[in-house]
């Protein structure tokens, strides 16, 4: 019961936590760098990049700051391509749980050239911009975080059904192979005792044919 217990609050708290990926780094021309984000399935999750321009003048990037994008599934289905683009965005409901992947590219370019790209991946609750929806309605404070509370519940709700399903999955496994030791077990006592009788047969038979006995 507390392990039950201590699963739900870390459910809760992990759910309740920023897990908002939002980062800014480097890449080299000609290289790649992937990221990868667990999603369930029916999970909405939104990206966005772009590569950043370091000119205080604003001028255009030059044509060595492009990238290559591709955003792929857990059994390699490709939900966003962008060739040779400073920046972009992607939004898409996950149809099986696992592991998606964002893989950026830069284009190839000699000299090289170091590009900073910045990326932002939003999954499930983190999706909506909440100060968006609050200037856009222009509702009460109190109805926005009822409304945050509610869209709280309900990813915890299906984070439950989740463990749950995950857990009876467990639960058969553990099952299933019991059941295959234990008839390996039989299969091994059999052999053990079947080669012990064919020895002592064997060794009776020398023994007999020698008068020994």
């Not at 708290?13 to 890449?27: A, K, N, Q």
């Not at 939900?79 to 939004?91: I, L, P, R, T």
Request: proline share 3%.
């Amino acid at each position: 019961m507390d392990l039950h217990r201590s699963t739900i609050v870390l459910l809760i708290l992990s759910i309740l936590s920023p897990v908002t990926i939002s980062m800014r780094y480097e890449l080299t021309s000609g290289h790649t760098k992937c990221i990868s984000e667990e999603i369930h399935a029916n999970a909405l999750t939104v990206g966005k990049y772009s590569v950043v321009n370091h000119n205080d003048d604003h001028h255009p990037l030059p044509p060595s700051h492009k990238v290559t994008v591709r955003v792929t599934s857990p059994q390699g289905t490709a939900y966003h391509e962008a060739d040779g683009v400073e920046s972009g965005q992607f939004s898409f409901t996950a149809i099986d749980t696992g592991d998606y992947i964002s893989c950026f590219t830069a284009v190839d370019h000699k000299p090289e050239t170091t590009l900073t790209i910045d990326f932002d991946w939003r999954t499930g609750i983190h999706t909506k911009d909440w100060s968006t929806v609050a200037k856009k309605s222009q509702v009460e404070t109190m109805e926005i975080e009822v409304k945050k509370l509610f869209d709280t519940v309900n990813s915890i709700h299906e984070e439950m059904f989740y463990l749950r399903d995950r857990e009876e999955e467990m639960h058969n496994l553990n099952i299933s192979t019991n059941s295959k030791m234990a008839w390996l077990s039989f299969v091994s006592l059999a052999v053990c005792l079947s080669v012990a009788g064919l020895q002592f047969w064997h060794l009776k038979t020398f023994f007999q044919k020698k008068k020994l006995i």
